[in-house]
């Protein structure tokens, strides 16, 4: 009852550390348990300053020299990263994925990862409590969630990003006052569940697409007929396996589509088709051909293929293989 006459708990974040020990700790009561190596330890001067409140931590941190932090598994928060200077990159399974001042990072509880600043990375960092986005999450999608939020882990400044980032400027820029409106629980709750809601709608994860459909209202059988789509791009399915596979009716299944797509099922598929081949065809693996790219992804007549292409993207499959030899 109390709790609207108290103020929030703000810790405030400032340390300057010069043992990797020292570093890993601190780091790891923030964010979660880590490996840290340092090549030139002589050289390491790890800085952070910022706030804690609530479920999220804020902070500018750097190590001023070249780091690599490497862990299994965070457990119970989000780390996400932003340079304002330098570069960082993470490898995830087989995947290196590269962070600048325009492209962020995140890092999701479950996922194994080890990270690499370069020396003059120094970058915004953004701690949120597993629990509160989990929680926002179930309440958005009004049952509770099965595994856990993993997001894509490349963050690029747009589809909503760059306003989330601009965002954690302001919240941390204001919570370096020693006193203010966030200091009231109610207030700070509203900011708080403003950053967790937009980062669950603007930066992809495994429950986007139920939360996309929840959003919009759009059947959920759409997103699995979707995928049942896509796992067989290279097969000639035709408009009653659709209509098998989605156990609807023809009638709806057209209207649907219309509704949400603004197509027809097969048109529908076969632009999946075009999406993928064109994907493939920019990004050839070793030995690969037009036509035996094209092949794998349905297209058997090569030369109907190759001018409903050009009539797409304005070039042929040959120029957009070529391009990116």
């Known amino acids: 009852m109390n709790q609207h006459h108290s103020k929030v708990q703000r810790q405030f974040l400032a340390v300057e ?3 990797i020990d020292s570093a890993r700790d601190w780091m790891g009561r923030i964010c979660g348990p880590h490996n840290l190596e340092i090549i030139r330890p002589q050289e390491l001067l790890f800085r952070h300053q910022g706030a804690s409140l609530g ?6 941190i750097e190590y ?3 780091a690599q932090v490497q862990t299994q598994d965070l457990l119970h928060s989000y780390s996400i990263s932003l340079p304002f200077t330098g570069t960082q990159y993470i490898e995830h399974k087989k995947d290196r994925i590269e962070s600048n001042s325009q492209s962020g990072l995140i890092v999701s ?5 080890s990270l690499t600043l370069s020396a003059d990375c120094r970058k915004q960092l953004v701690r949120i409590s597993r629990t509160a986005v989990e929680q926002k999450l ?3 999608l009004h049952r509770e969630i099965s595994s856990p939020i993993i997001f894509e882990p490349g963050i690029r400044l747009h589809n909503g990003m760059d306003d989330w980032w601009n965002t954690v400027a302001t919240l941390q820029g204001m919570l370096k006052n020693q006193s203010s409106l966030f200091d009231f629980p109610d207030v700070w709750s509203s900011f708080q569940d403003t950053l967790i809601s937009g980062l669950l709608y603007a930066q992809p994860h495994n429950y986007s697409q139920e939360l996309q459909n929840r959003q919009f209202n759009r059947p959920v059988y759409l997103s699995e007929l979707e995928s049942m789509m896509k796992a067989h791009l290279d097969q000639t399915l035709s408009i009653s396996d659709f209509e098998k596979a989605a156990g609807i009716s023809r009638e709806k299944l057209y209207r649907d589509f219309r509704t949400f797509y603004n197509c027809s099922p097969m048109a ?5 088709r075009y999406q993928r081949v064109r994907e493939r065809l920019q990004q050839p693996a070793a030995n690969e051909s037009v036509s035996s790219i094209a092949m794998d992804c349905g297209f058997i007549q090569l030369g109907r293929f190759a001018k409903e292409y050009q009539q797409r993207f304005g070039e042929l499959p040959s120029e957009s ?3 990116k030899r």
């Open 109 to 113: 509880p479950g996922n194994p990862f």
């Open 64 to 66: 001023s020299t070249s």
């Open 138 to 140: 179930a309440t958005l």
């Open 55 to 60: 479920q999220i931590s804020f902070g500018v």
């Open 268 to 272: 529908y598929f076969r632009n999946l």
């Open 321 to 323: 293989f070529k391009g």
């Open 17 to 19: 550390l010069s043992s």
